[in-house]
C-alpha cells in the first residue's frame, strides 16, 4: 500500500466551528487531491496540489481550502463547517498526470452537527 | 460536460461472473480505470486500459472497452464472497480523474 495517512480518521463538530484535516504522504509524489466522497454522487474532487504551495480548484471548492507548504503534507481546511459538508473526505496521491494512476487514503469520517 | 454513470447494485452468486458497466462522455480520456472500495476503506487501484486499447485481462479480471459506444466493462471471473466491494470506474480528463458514483456488487452464497 501506498503511504499515504489521514487524520483525524473520525471527527465531530459543529455548525460554524474551522475543521482541519490533514494528509501525509511518504512516497515523495508530486500530485496530491481532495474528495468527498457522498451517496449518490461517488468522490468528486475539492482541490488538488501539483507542487509546493501550487494548487487548483476542483469541482466542489467552495467553502474549502488547502495548503501544501511540504512535499508530503496537504492540509484541507473548512473554514466555517455547515451541516452540507458531513461527508468522508479521501485524500489521494499520484507519482505524475501523466498515467493518473492515483492511490488513496483510508478517509475521513466529517460529522458536522 | 463530463459525466461517468454506473447502475447503483448488482447481486451474484459465488463462483459465477460479474459484469460491472460504467458509460463515460469525454472521448479524449487518454486512460479509463477500475477502483474497489472495501468497506470502511479508500479505494484501491483494480486494473486500468489504455484508451486504443479494447481488452485487457489480469487474472480473474477483464476490461472491455467500446471507445465508439463509451462504455467500459469490467467482469470478474470466479466471483467470491471476498469480492464485495463498491467498484467505481473513472476517466481520466486533461487534469482530474472523473469518478462514476460506484456499483455495490453483493456476492452470496
Known amino acids: 500500500d501506498a503511504g499515504i495517512t489521514q487524520s483525524p480518521r473520525h471527527k465531530v463538530t459543529e455548525t460554524g466551528t474551522p475543521v482541519t484535516l490533514r494528509c501525509h504522504q511518504t512516497e515523495n509524489h508530486r500530485y496530491m487531491y481532495w474528495y468527498r466522497q457522498d451517496p449518490g454522487h461517488g468522490l468528486r474532487l475539492i482541490h488538488y496540489s501539483y507542487g509546493v504551495k501550487d494548487t487548483d480548484k476542483g469541482e466542489v471548492s467552495d467553502g474549502y481550502s488547502v495548503s501544501r507548504s511540504k512535499t508530503e503534507d496537504f492540509l484541507l481546511t473548512l473554514e466555517s463547517a455547515t451541516s452540507s459538508q458531513t461527508s468522508v473526505y479521501f485524500c489521494a496521491i499520484s507519482e505524475d498526470r501523466k498515467s493518473y494512476e492515483q492511490y488513496f487514503g483510508p478517509g475521513t469520517r466529517l460529522t458536522v452537527t | 460536460g463530463e459525466d461517468v454513470e454506473q447502475s447503483l447494485f448488482l447481486s451474484v452468486r459465488e463462483g459465477d461472473s460479474s459484469v460491472i458497466n460504467c458509460t463515460y462522455t469525454?472521448?479524449?480520456?487518454?486512460?479509463l480505470y477500475w477502483y474497489k472500495q472495501e468497506p470502511g476503506a479508500g479505494l484501491q487501484l483494480l486494473t486500468y486500459?489504455?484508451?486504443?486499447?479494447d481488452m485487457k485481462q489480469d487474472q480473474r479480471l477483464t476490461v472491455l472497452l467500446n471507445k465508439k459506444d463509451k462504455h467500459l466493462s469490467l467482469r470478474i471471473a470466479d466471483t467470491q464472497t471476498g469480492d464485495s466491494a463498491i467498484y467505481f470506474c473513472?476517466?481520466?480528463?486533461?487534469?482530474?480523474?472523473?469518478f462514476g458514483t460506484g456499483t455495490r456488487l453483493q456476492v452470496f452464497p
Open positions: 469525454d472521448s479524449s480520456s487518454t486512460y
Open positions: 486500459i489504455f484508451s486504443n486499447m
Open positions: 473513472a476517466e481520466s480528463t486533461t487534469d482530474k480523474l472523473i
